[in-house]
């Protein structure tokens, strides 16, 4: 594998350093380049020296915080719904499961990402809940289900889930899991989808903006137009 020097990878200091509002890295670039790593050891290097910027996370904070009302447990795909009346059709609504989440590849065809939507994920499962009007559209979207079934979800919560998620700002890399849940099997199931949306677009832009941070440099302060590509408002 070649190794890194200063003229192909940096031009400009002789510290890496990428802020956003989550994270702080820095490596100094000088003992890099005088111990001569290859890139997949920078990369291990940043990995273990990454560290939050602002302090620990207070998890009271996080669960008392709201979304808004439009990401509720109906933020979901229908297959989600069909399969939590299967398991209850079937008597699996008690089944403990464990789900978690990763990724195959890192995006840019870079060689890490950096992680972010935790806090939401926190603040979603805390408070998961159906609504009387959830139930209400519930029933025209799965008319064979009978009144039992639509009683059971009025009365679902995460009360018997545990989360174990990477803390926003962290070094990841493919196939390590990002988030565990730990739970009965058709509340997790309900929680797939919007936990994928929740930390996949977070991440998305957290990682493509360290990488603009890391080629502009650290004396260069960059503005970018994101607000007009974004898919919503709700990630502000």
């Known amino acids: 594998m070649k190794c890194?020097?200063?003229?192909?990878?940096?031009?400009?200091?002789?510290?890496?350093?990428i802020r956003l509002n989550y994270f702080n890295v820095s490596y100094n670039l000088l003992l890099v380049f005088n111990q001569k790593l290859t890139y997949?050891?920078?990369?291990?290097?940043?990995?273990?020296?990454?560290?939050?910027?602002?302090?620990?996370?207070?998890?009271?904070?996080?669960?008392?915080?709201?979304?808004?009302?439009?990401?509720?447990?109906?933020?979901?795909?229908h297959y989600q719904?069909?399969?939590?009346?299967?398991?209850?059709?079937?008597?699996?609504?008690?089944?403990?499961?464990v789900f978690e989440a990763f990724f195959r590849k890192n995006p840019f065809k870079g060689k890490f990402t950096i992680f972010?939507?935790?806090?939401?994920?926190?603040?979603?499962?805390?408070?998961?809940?159906?609504?009387?009007?959830?139930?209400?559209?519930?029933?025209?979207?799965?008319?064979?289900?009978?009144?039992?079934?639509?009683?059971w979800m009025a009365q679902?919560?995460?009360?018997?889930?545990?989360?174990?998620?990477?803390?926003?700002?962290?070094?990841?890399?493919?196939r390590e899991p990002l988030v565990r849940l730990e739970g009965p099997l058709?509340?997790?199931?309900?929680?797939?989808?919007?936990?994928l949306n929740l930390i996949n677009f977070a991440s998305l832009v957290c990682t493509n903006g360290a990488r603009m941070k890391w080629t502009?440099?650290?004396k260069v302060k960059c503005v970018e137009f994101g607000l007009r590509r974004a898919q919503g408002l709700g990630w502000l």
């Open 4 to 17: 890194l020097n200063q003229k192909n990878i940096f031009n400009h200091g002789s510290k890496l350093t």
């Open 40 to 77: 997949n050891n920078i990369i291990t290097k940043l990995a273990q020296e990454a560290y939050l910027t602002n302090q620990e996370k207070d998890l009271n904070r996080m669960v008392e915080s709201k979304h808004p009302d439009w990401v509720t447990p109906l933020l979901t795909d």
């Open 81 to 97: 719904l069909t399969m939590t009346y299967a398991y209850w059709k079937n008597k699996r609504q008690d089944d403990h499961a």
């Open 116 to 151: 972010a939507g935790i806090e939401e994920v926190l603040q979603f499962v805390a408070g998961f809940k159906f609504r009387e009007e959830h139930i209400s559209y519930l029933k025209g979207q799965i008319p064979q289900a009978p009144q039992e079934f639509f009683d």
């Open 156 to 174: 679902l919560d995460c009360s018997k889930v545990k989360v174990y998620g990477i803390r926003d700002g962290r070094l990841v890399f493919p």
């Open 186 to 195: 058709p509340v997790l199931q309900l929680l797939e989808t919007p936990i």
């Open 216 to 218: 502009a440099g650290e």
